[in-house]
């Protein structure tokens, strides 16, 4: 969370923050507004009427992201005709239910702004509050959480299991976020648009940005009971976290050297393989053939082969990066900061 | 659609494989007079899946007197799925019929299927009644009622070779292997609406099938791919995770077994082939994790290409009324958003 001010990128980029530092009100940043909706027909209109409150009040162009998961209520006819008398409302209906990531995604794929902020549709969050975000956005952080700190849902089956599931992805991906389920979040376009979201990554992320190497910062927004409709996301299963979790710590520190990651899980096998053939040939040369045990010698036949399958494995997955598209180079551009002394104006130029 | 010059409404592809009439000429007959009656412009495609010089010879026969279609000569057995690929390749029509290439049903009820398409966006027909022994009725019951419990279709019977669908399902299904059994399923996953609807079954198709165990056994493998693709392609470490960690839990209880035996009873470890077992489930473990974090790997590398969802439409209205007063909407931000923009697709066939 450290607050690196300002911020130089590559690229067209560079030039588009240059000329928009100096920020007047109309200077500021263009800002999309994306939120995903699965049968909220309750909720669209007053959060349309939340949204456009809270952000006319700031005086930034902005713009609203809907994107439909495929309810099967009314959700896309109110939607569809508050659109008709707002041509900053964009609704992307998706053809069914593809899940809360995927219209993330595509809320994200179909937003032109600069900044973008998520929110969850059904009122829970205070649009209110997308001001906050902003100030930590314009201040230079890349990636802004929100922090439900008065959370208004269930204790035992929403709040313990959340709680700990943020410490444990705090601790895996070394970004210790308070909470990742929070929906309401601001990001820079240029890295979140970066960043591939898929599978039911949505809880995660300010951890999978994290392999860009964002500046983050939170903070505490208001969150309300749920006041239409029934919640979607019951009690997430402890298994997909923790899985998901290896996934994240997978991509997030050994996508680029895979080899590493896969000698560092046949470590233990290795020892274990080494101990039994210890035993083994301590056994032969005190007492003779006759009094090696087939167990511990086959145990440690089959850890050390095991041990070597999975650096062959680790080498399978080198050759699948190399032959993949996704690369780090692209990420540390998202982020990167390039200082360049003021006495040298050549090399400044050629930034 | 009324019948027009250029391209036709209908291409009929008829894939022809091992399996095909005596007299494929007699066939193609029944099937054009009962598309035709129809009264939309058609076309029929042939694809030799293979070398088969007598249907050819036969179709040539017809092209000699007269008949138009296309024949498409593939050098080798590609299969089915290649074959139908091949033939949509050619085909120019707004809607896509496939026709089995033996007698499977009642030609006269093509049109049941074309008119179904009036509200969905493929069509597929089964046999109904449908003629059989019980052994072979109780083979279908279980193959389908796998299929239906592991994909939550509702589908009779995926056999039946004769389909209709808008020409926009084949162009988003990826289809390959021996898939085309469960093009109504992959059609389903990718949101578009599909239906069945009842067909006479043909009196030269109701004799009892013999299968070998082979194909018993690919039919298994089909399941298990279509099973593995519809719910693991984006997540495959939930698949190899939860088996992986479920080998490794057994092996480590056994482990633990076997080391409180040893502490607490001085059981000697080395006369005990369990540890053998223990050791063997552990590693397996690991191993089949590791099958899945490569996977994960895979899918990460190539996360640019991947799109969780499809979109249906979008809804903009261009500056309509009341017009913002903030002009955001006319900042040339991006220019080339929303790629996907696609009007709703307008119903294929009203024959």
């Known amino acids: ?351 | 659609m009324k019948p027009q010059a250029a391209p036709p409404s209908i291409s009929v592809i008829v894939p022809v494989g091992a399996r095909r009439a005596a007299d494929i000429g007699a066939l193609y007959r029944e099937y054009r007079s009962n598309v035709a009656a129809t009264g939309a412009t058609h076309e029929f495609i042939f694809v030799l899946d293979g070398p088969r010089p007598e249907a050819r010879r036969a179709l040539e026969t017809l092209l000699r007197e007269g008949e138009e279609f296309t024949i498409v000569n593939l050098t080798r057995n590609f299969g089915e799925a290649a074959a139908l690929t091949a033939g949509f390749e050619r085909s120019s029509g707004g809607t896509i019929v496939t026709l089995p290439a033996y007698p499977q049903i009642e030609p006269a009820d093509i049109r049941k299927l074309l008119a179904g398409l009036s509200t969905a966006d493929m069509v597929i027909g089964y046999r109904w009644p449908r003629h059989g022994n019980a052994l072979d009725r109780a083979r279908r019951a279980a193959f389908h009622g796998l299929v239906n419990w592991v994909t939550g279709a509702r589908l009779r019977d995926l056999g039946c070779g004769a389909r209709a669908m808008r020409r926009q399902v084949l162009e988003e299904i990826d289809l390959y292997g021996d898939q085309h059994r469960f093009l109504p399923i992959l059609a389903m996953r990718l949101g578009f609406r599909v239906s069945e609807t009842p067909m006479r079954q043909s009196a030269l198709d109701r004799h009892a099938r013999i299968y070998r165990p082979r194909e018993y056994m690919h039919h298994l493998l089909d399941l298990f791919s279509i099973f593995f693709l519809m719910r693991f392609t984006k997540k495959p470490l939930r698949f190899f995770g939860m088996l992986g960690a479920a080998t490794f839990g057994v092996g480590a209880v056994l482990i633990a077994y076997l080391g409180m035996d040893r502490l607490l009873f001085s059981e000697p470890l080395a006369d005990r082939p369990a540890l053998l077992l223990a050791a063997l489930l552990l590693v397996l473990g690991m191993q089949v994790f590791a099958l899945g974090l490569l996977g994960e790997l895979i899918i990460f590398t190539h996360a640019r290409g991947l799109k969780d969802y499809r979109v249906e439409e979008i809804i903009q209205y261009p500056d309509a009324v009341a017009a913002s007063d903030s002009g955001s909407d006319s900042a040339p931000a991006d220019p080339a958003a929303s790629p996907e923009m696609r009007a709703t697709a307008p119903p294929a066939v009203t024959a």
């Open chain 1, 1 to 351: 969370m450290s607050g690196a001010k300002s911020t130089t990128r590559d690229g067209n980029i560079d030039a588009a923050q240059r000329t928009a530092s100096p920020r007047g009100p109309g200077l500021a940043p263009r800002l999309s507004v994306i939120v995903p909706l699965y049968n909220e027909q309750e909720s669209v209109r007053p959060l349309y009427e939340a949204i456009v409150r809270a952000l006319e009040e700031l005086g930034r162009p902005f713009e609203m992201v809907f994107v439909d998961d495929g309810s099967k209520d009314d959700t896309v006819p109110v939607a569809a005709s508050l659109a008709r008398h707002d041509s900053r409302l964009r609704i992307v209906k998706f053809r069914r239910n593809y899940g809360q990531t995927a219209a993330m995604a595509a809320g994200i794929e179909h937003a032109n702004g600069e900044v973008l902020v998520t929110m969850d549709g059904d009122l829970q969050n205070d649009p209110a509050d997308i001001a906050l975000l902003l100030e930590q956005i314009d201040a230079g952080f890349d990636l802004v959480v929100g922090w439900r700190h008065n959370r208004q849902d269930k204790l035992i089956t929403r709040k313990i299991p959340s709680r700990i599931a943020n410490w444990l992805i705090g601790r895996v991906t070394g970004v210790p976020i308070h909470d990742n389920g929070c929906s309401l979040k601001a990001f820079r376009a240029s890295l979140i648009k970066r960043i591939p979201l898929y599978s039911e990554m949505h809880r995660f992320i300010p951890a999978m940005a994290s392999i860009a190497g964002p500046r983050v910062a939170q903070i505490r927004v208001r969150h309300h009971a749920r006041r239409w409709g029934q919640s979607k996301y019951g009690l997430s299963r402890i298994y997909k976290v923790l899985l998901d979790l290896m996934v994240i710590k997978t991509i997030a520190s050994f996508a680029s050297r895979p080899l590493r990651w896969f000698a560092l899980l046949s470590l233990p096998l290795f020892a274990l393989a080494f101990f039994a053939f210890g035993q083994t040939a301590v056994d032969l040369l005190m007492d003779g053939e006759d009094a090696i045990s087939l167990p511990i010698a086959g145990s440690g036949v089959i850890f050390l082969g095991s041990a070597l399958i999975l650096l062959c494995s680790g080498a399978l997955a080198e050759l699948i990066y190399a032959r993949g598209d996704v690369r780090d180079r692209e990420f540390l551009k998202l982020t990167q900061t390039i200082l360049a002394g003021p006495r040298n104006p050549e090399t400044d130029r050629a930034l």
